[in-house]
């Protein structure tokens, strides 16, 4: 089982739709949480981060946060075609260590 | 957020050879790391570079294959030795955000070995 999994899509949503992109994780000692959003050739930037159970909402981005089912997502409202990039989950682990998703793409189609 | 620069930023070297890349920061920061990225993969950490002291270096990678300077807070280099176009990725330095958990990357740096 990987650390940290994501579905690597591609996720086709249409402009205007909410996104929602999944992560599940293995360490239960985890306690951060991070998405990243990465545009083809260029390097992953930071756009989201949640701490604690529940709801973190952020302009059009929420994450949720579920630790008893080990469960982080990123919701996008409004999709724009901007939007279109791999989304990177990734998660501190009880050891402190950053780990990362294989990541999702999405592709927000006009 | 750090402002992070990396140079070159994109480099086409033969097999063999070796590259040394520079990361360069606009504040202090302890930890820095860098990371390879291959095409569609995600983010592979090679080593973690501390001031003062030696890089610690992730599973699968060698001090001898990447060696890394950290001679202040600010500055770090990778240099990938004798290389073989297996090393083709993307090479990317990140520092530690101030809270301390997440991190922020540099631009990258392309590297095709032919």
């Known amino acids: 089982q990987k650390e940290v999994e994501q579905n690597s899509g591609p996720l086709s949503v249409p402009e205007g739709a909410i996104a929602s992109l999944n992560c599940t994780y293995s360490?239960?000692?985890?306690?951060?949480f991070f998405w990243y959003r990465q545009y083809s050739g260029k390097s992953p930037e930071l756009i989201m981060f949640?701490?604690?159970?529940g709801d973190k909402e952020d302009g059009r981005f929420t994450a949720q946060l579920n630790k008893a089912s080990q469960y982080v997502s990123l919701l996008i409202r409004d999709s724009q075609p901007s939007d279109s990039a791999t989304y990177l989950c990734?998660?501190?682990?009880?050891?402190?260590?950053?780990?990362f998703g294989s990541g999702t793409r999405l592709s927000i189609r006009p | 957020s750090a402002v992070i620069s990396q140079k070159p930023s994109r480099d086409i070297c033969q097999r063999g050879t070796s590259l040394t890349i520079q990361c360069q920061v606009d504040?202090?920061?302890?930890?820095m790391f860098w990371y390879r990225q291959q095409p569609g993969q995600s983010l592979t950490l090679i080593a973690t570079?501390?001031?003062?002291?030696?890089?610690?270096?992730e599973s699968g990678f060698v001090i001898d294959k990447f060696p890394i300077s950290r001679p202040n807070l600010t500055f770090s280099t990778l240099t990938v030795s004798n290389m073989s176009p297996e090393d083709s990725s993307i090479y990317l330095c990140?520092?530690?955000?101030?809270?301390?958990?997440?991190?922020?990357f540099g631009p990258g740096t392309r590297l095709l070995v032919l």
């Open positions: 360490d239960r000692g985890s306690q951060s």
């Open positions: 990734a998660v501190v682990s009880s050891a402190s260590k950053i780990i």
């Open positions: 990140s520092v530690e955000a101030e809270r301390g958990e997440t991190q922020y």
């Open positions: 949640i701490y604690s159970n």
């Open positions: 570079a501390n001031q003062g002291s030696e890089a610690t270096y």
């Open positions: 504040s202090q920061v302890t930890m």
